[in-house]
């Protein structure tokens, strides 16, 4: 069931990677394929990432199709107009974070899309994160201190 706000029909997830997080919605266009977002007047298949198109963010052609690649793996490109919000963390893992959300948001949108997205691994939130530092290792995770020689 789509979220409503203001006559705007919507499917909303998040998505996380390491310390990003990511608040994705997939915006329904209407009859003309436009749908004002946030004060702006956006196609269908336009991707919006902190109020700022696709292209400021990721320069990147490879990572600009990272992103894509969850909507054309269902050919659902021009279905929607995606916003997202991201914080936390940095360019890589906000990266991943943003195709986790998109991911998640399309199986609340169509139940029938987890299986192809499950194969293709879009779905398994990555569990890796920084090791904390632990007290007496000089400033790294795992690192001992030198014993000494005599």
Do not use: C, W
């Not at 969850?70 to 990266?95: D, M, W, Y």
């Not at 691994?121 to 530092?133: A, I, N, V």
């Amino acid at each position: 069931m789509a979220k409503k706000t203001k006559n705007l029909e919507y499917y909303e997830a998040v998505g996380r990677r390491k310390t990003s997080v990511a608040r994705v919605r997939l915006y329904l266009t209407g009859k003309d394929k436009t749908t004002v977002v946030n004060g702006q007047k956006l196609k269908a298949g336009e991707v919006v990432i902190n109020k700022k198109p696709l292209e400021k963010i990721f320069t990147e052609e490879y990572k600009r199709n990272f992103i894509t690649s969850p909507l054309k793996a269902l050919n659902s490109e021009e279905r929607f107009v995606v916003s997202i919000i991201t914080k936390g963390g940095g360019k890589n893992g906000q990266l991943e974070a943003v195709v986790h959300g998109i991911s998640r948001a399309l199986v609340l949108a169509d139940e029938g899309n987890k299986t192809s997205l499950k194969k293709l691994g879009l779905l398994t939130r990555d569990p890796r994160k920084k090791e904390r530092r632990k007290v007496g290792t000089g400033g790294k995770a795992r690192r001992t201190k030198q014993s000494p020689k005599r």
